[in-house]
Structures are given as structure tokens and as C-alpha cells.
């Protein structure tokens, strides 16, 4: 976690250092792709460091919590850089972005100083640096029920992915919206997504509930969504998919982490955040292929029949393993 945020702090000040030397935009990309890796290489530190600190609560409910902080990250960040960037220069509000990675690090630091909490010691890797990518492709190849996880996640990624590739699009330019409009309905979404979350932290639902409730509203949605004529309909299958999205990440993570051992699970699941992931460029791609209003609406219908189709596959051949893991 920590050489996460001061690696991306690092991050911060030398794009600016190097726009400063060289110019060019190019060194804000650069940036942004090395802060995305670190904030991979956090996600899963705290995957890792969650269930040790919280064996007391419900490891469903304590994901909950961590994805909503997520969210309300991810609305109050653009928010406050919007408001910084009215006054500064973007170089100034990203070395203002590094001074809150350090000060997260010393936040930490002093929690981890103060703090009774006592964590598992990783192990060290034997034998070649190569041996804990085999481990984790082992555990994934068989391990009961790992790759049914990681098809059920690519699928829905693909679908979210779609979607939000095109809902700009299908907002200002099918249905002949404001921009500010558009920007109403991802607020929705937010707002959305956070009254899920505080009912999956407060709602005694069961990890299987989690997984049928979040993937059927999402499959719900991709259809209402791909079949609308108009724009209310549509708004309604956006809310479902966007919504839902972090109710089912966290019925994800729990099964993953019931089903993979503690010592391994940091290697495990950034193999499988990998394969997940994989799935994000392939939405691009499908996009730029089906640029047209017929095109696009038609994949979002058959990618949310085969999601659903996944989603039955995966319910038949997982009941095993969830049920001795439940």
C-alpha cells in the first residue's frame, strides 16, 4: 500500500518535472498510465490487507464499505480537480494530487505506527522470480470454481465497458441531449451506486443473493438498454448496469477470496484482476466497430444474452464449491 501512494506521488512530480524540462503534453499520459498501475498494485494490497483487520465483521459487508469509499472517490475527485483547475494550471493540480499521496503514506504510517493490529507476514518467493506467476496460474486452473469467477467478471466488464464507452454518445447524439444533461445522469449513477452499496452493508444478504440480485440487474439492464427507443428507457438501463456494478464486484471479491489460501491470495488475484481487465480494450475495439446507433444497441443485446448465458453456466457448475465455501 505504501510504495503504492509514494510511487504515484513519485509519478506525480516528475510528469510535471518533465513537462517542465521538455514539454508536451505526452507527460500527462505518461503519468496517468504509471498512476493507473500503482492504483492496481493498491487495489490488491487492500484486498489483501482487509481481511486481516476486519476478521471481526462480515468480509461482504467491510468490501461494501471499501467500494464505497471507492465511489465517492471517484465523484468527489473529478469534482474537486474541476474546482482546482478554475484557478491553477493543470501541472499545479497534479503536484497538488502528489501532496495528497504523501499524506496519505504519513496517515498511514502513523496508523501503522499506533496501531495493536498484528498482519501475516508475506512469504518470500522460492526459487525463480517466475515461480509466484506459476503458482497463481496453477491456483486459477484449478482451484474449484477461479475460472468460472474470472468468466463471469470478463463478461460483465465487457458489458460495463460498452456501455460506458457509449453513453456520451448515445445521450447528445441519439436522443439530442445537453452535455449537462449527460452529466446529470452519471451523477444518478453515483448516487445510485451508493444507496446499493449502504444497503449491501446493512441488508443481511447472503454472498449467493449478492451474486443473483447484482448479475440479473445488470443483465436486465444491458437489454433495457440496448432495446430503448427512448431516452427515460434508457436512462433506466444505465442506472441498473452502473448501479449494480459495485454490488457485484463485491459478491465477486468475497467468493474469490473464500476459495483462494491467504498465503497466495495477493499473486492470485492480480492474475485474475489481469484476465478481468482484458476484456476493457476488447469493449473499445468493439465500439469503434460498431460506431453506428443499430450496431451498437444490437452488441449491448447480444453481449447482455451472453452474460446471462455465463451467469447460467456458472450458477450450474459453481454451486459446488460455493456451497462448501458458503
Not at 503534453?25 to 498501475?37: E, F
Not at 490488491?44 to 476478521?55: D, H, I, M, N, S
Request: net charge positive.
Amino acid at each position: 500500500m505504501r510504495i503504492s501512494q509514494l510511487y504515484r506521488a513519485l509519478a506525480c512530480l516528475g510528469g510535471v518535472a518533465a513537462y517542465a524540462l521538455f514539454g508536451g503534453i505526452g507527460w500527462l499520459v505518461v503519468l496517468s498510465a504509471c498512476c493507473g498501475v500503482m492504483t492496481s498494485q493498491g487495489v490488491v494490497a487492500r484486498e489483501v490487507l482487509l481481511p486481516q483487520l476486519f476478521k471481526q465483521h462480515k468480509f461482504e459487508k467491510v468490501l461494501s464499505y471499501s467500494q464505497l469509499a471507492d465511489q465517492l472517490g471517484m465523484v468527489l475527485g473529478p469534482m474537486l480537480a474541476a474546482l482546482l483547475l478554475t484557478w491553477w494550471r493543470w501541472q499545479f493540480v497534479v503536484m497538488a494530487t502528489a501532496i495528497l499521496f504523501i499524506a496519505a503514506d504519513m496517515a498511514m504510517a502513523l496508523w501503522q505506527r499506533n496501531g495493536q493490529i498484528r498482519l501475516i507476514d508475506p512469504e518470500p518467493a522460492p526459487g525463480h522470480w517466475t515461480w509466484p506467476l506459476r503458482t497463481a496460474l496453477t491456483q486459477v486452473l484449478y482451484l474449484p470454481g477461479l475460472k468460472k469467477l474470472i468468466a463471469l467478471a470478463a463478461g460483465e466488464n465487457l458489458l460495463i465497458g460498452v456501455t460506458l464507452a457509449t453513453s456520451a454518445a448515445m445521450v447528445t447524439g441519439l436522443y439530442h441531449q445537453t452535455g449537462q444533461y449527460y452529466a446529470w445522469l452519471q451523477t444518478a449513477g453515483a448516487v445510485a451506486t451508493i444507496i446499493i452499496l449502504l444497503g449491501v452493508a446493512h441488508l443481511p444478504l447472503s454472498r449467493k443473493a449478492l451474486g443473483v440480485v447484482s448479475f440479473s440487474a445488470i443483465c436486465a439492464g444491458g437489454l433495457i438498454s440496448g432495446l430503448s427507443s427512448a431516452l427515460w428507457v434508457y436512462a433506466i438501463g444505465f442506472l441498473l448496469i452502473v448501479g449494480f456494478d459495485k454490488m457485484f464486484n463485491v459478491y465477486i471479491r468475497s467468493a474469490r477470496q473464500q476459495i483462494i489460501p491467504s498465503r497466495d491470495y495477493g499473486k492470485t488475484t492480480g492474475l485474475m484482476i489481469f484476465f478481468n481487465n482484458m476484456t476493457q480494450p476488447i469493449a473499445g475495439v468493439v465500439v469503434a466497430l460498431c460506431a453506428d446507433r443499430q450496431g451498437i444497441g444490437c452488441v449491448i443485446v447480444a453481449l447482455s444474452i451472453c452474460m446471462a448465458g455465463l451467469g447460467v453456466a456458472g450458477a450450474v457448475t459453481l454451486r459446488g464449491p460455493l456451497r462448501k465455501i458458503g
